[in-house]
């Protein structure tokens, strides 16, 4: 009897090590995991440049950075991040911030997440809790809840895609409720009387100017042509029969009468 309870007794104490030595073993397993699973480098206030063909397409700032090498290689960013884009002339265009992210540097792929906003150039705000950044493709997209704010209204809607500076964006599944303007253009007042102007007032409006008819045509006048031979101008003694001299005295005997032409008809008398 007594060895029996003897070796019940070693048995128990055997127990109770066994399973405090699994438990020290277990805690040190867990311990040399979780080292394995720990960010093999850490930055602290990073700022990273991304530029393209020598010109800066975008900074990103983060207070902390971790980098992890596994079977794929990441960044993570646990206390969030602030992207700022640039146009070529080095103009800040759009902004992209979130409460934390992970960047996959194979595929270029980042995701934000925890309060994510964006900024585009005209002012134009996307609100939404997650959000996915395609590097490659230059897109960014999410399938969560989005709420974006323009100038004239707020728009809401599940999914959203746009390209990376968010200039042309659309909501997938729009809802919400909007202001739509629906008042009609206001009519001319018809019964207003209207003054008619009067016949001093009217301006005759000028005739349009017209070409000339064939039949309206000015003829040119002739350039001077010099006389020809057989047009020369009459000799002497044709004018002279033409326009034959006047009778003189000496050409009468005395007490002829002679003829005298002359408004009065007077006769002379030639002694």
Known sequence: MMVRLITKGIMALLAVVIF???RGDLKTIDAIIHQDEGPVESAFNVEIIYSDHGYIRMVMEAEQMDRYENEENYLE?????????????????????AKYA?????????????DVVVINELGERLNTEELIWDQKQGIIHSDKFVKITTE?????????????????????KTHGTFLID?????????????????????IPAEPAPQEATPDELVPAEPAPQ?????????????????????PTPADHPAGTLVP???????????L
């Open 182 to 202: 629906t008042r009609p253009e206001a009519a001319p007042d018809e019964t207003a009387p209207q003054e008619e102007a009067t016949p001093d007032e009217l």
């Open 20 to 22: 405090f030595s699994c």
């Open 152 to 172: 004239d209204e707020v728009l809401y809607g599940e999914g959203f895609e746009s390209d990376e500076r968010f200039d042309q964006w659309q909501i997938l």
């Open 102 to 114: 992970i960047s996959y540097e194979d595929s270029e792929i980042i995701k934000a997440r925890n």
């Open 77 to 97: 960013l646990p206390r969030g991040l602030f992207v700022q884009f640039y146009d070529t002339l080095r103009n800040k265009t759009s902004s992209l911030s």
């Open 260 to 270: 005298m032409e002359g408004p009065d008809h007077i006769i002379s008398v030639c």
């Open 226 to 246: 010099e006389a020809a031979p057989d047009e020369a101008a009459p000799d002497e003694a044709a004018q002279e029969e033409a326009n034959p001299a006047e």
